[in-house]
């Protein structure tokens, strides 16, 4: 009896160590199969921070992205993009922004909610990096669905630039041509309805993609409806008059802007939405595509720019070319005056600040001086010249 209860013992000894050995076997394949977990979410992470970092800091060769990208990458996402989001009557862009902070606030507010007093320092750390992580993945997608345009060649490389067609006696003789023809147009357009943003894309649709074609778009974009957004009373105290939603590819415009500044706007935001990220550009593409349009649709091109060509002038000469403005036009840029009056200097001055650093970080060096740029484009390229009557271009 001795033996068998020796051997009963023995054979139980094993059977538990047998037991322990399979539960400590499990364990220990789980806790491999959970670190090898951990490294590969780790690796990806990292992989999407230094992909992130390398975009924004490595240079690109800009005659692959105006080839691989602008050329054949980006008018396929974009067609993609626009043909779903046509079928939205929301404005995205204000849901990516009121969805996304609202994920990322909760997130942050249950994590610390349930880290425990020691534990708080690495809850906050981890909450750090997935909040960088995740960062660096919305800017991965920015590059993708429209943001390396600015990385393609310069406009005026891809037109025939001539730089020494810019001079000062020029500029004043076309400026005066532009007042002349914003002069001419008022009186043609009295009795015209302006269209409202609705109404755009059948009125002015047709002239943006003839413009497309002009500057050698093979896949021009085809005109999309300006959308208002959640974000109009901030666009309002800012001065913004719109934007491209760079995500959702919708043109976001501040509806109050004035009936004959719509035209403009929404033809320099189907612009960016072309693939123009440069704003010199988009206002040049912005001004020919009015020009290319009805008689309404070339005076909201022409009160955009007279402003621009005034301002490359000396003051003296300024006064004597805003005098010869008719009272129609001069009725309309002091309602223009009217409307810019009523931002807030300091939501302004924030604004211009963070537009400057965001065109800057997308190397645009020359930040929000940029806009003004338009001028040399309008006076250097054959394609802008060819926009003005010629006997203002007999000045040498």
Known sequence: MSRMAGARATVGRVSWLAYRLGIHTMISARARRAVSLFRRSLSWQLGVVVAALAMALLPMPRGMVEVVYAGGFYPLVRDIITAVSRLVDLALFDVLLVAGSFLVVSWWVWRLSAASGGSRRATVAGLFAGT???????YLVFLATWGLNYRREALASRLEYDAAAINAERLE?????????LNRLFDTTTDLRWPQLDDLPERLGPAFERVQRQLGGVRPASSVRPRRSLLTPYFRRAGIDGMIDPFFLQVLVN???????????????????????????????GWLVCLDGDQAMQYSG?????????GALPEEV????????????????????????RVVPVVQQS??????????????????????????????TKLGRSQWPASSLAVP
Do not use: C, K
Request: aromatic fraction near 10%; glycine fraction near 4%.
């Open 132 to 138: 960088l992580v995740a960062a660096a993945a919305l």
């Open 173 to 181: 003789v076309l400026t005066a041509s532009a007042i002349s023809e």
């Open 255 to 285: 509806d109050t802007v004035l009936p004959f500044e719509r035209p403009f706007v929404t033809a320099h935001e189907w612009a960016h939405l072309a693939g123009f990220a440069h704003e010199a550009e988009a206002n040049f593409v």
């Open 302 to 310: 022409w009160m955009f720019l007279v402003p621009r060509l005034l």
């Open 318 to 341: 300024q006064r004597w070319l805003e005098a010869q403005l008719a009272d129609g036009p001069r009725a309309d840029y002091a309602a223009l005056r009217a409307r810019l009056s």
């Open 351 to 380: 604004a211009r600040r963070l537009n400057d650093q965001y065109l800057r970080a997308n190397r645009v060096t020359s930040g929000v001086a940029s806009y003004g740029e338009v001028v040399q484009l309008v006076l250097g």
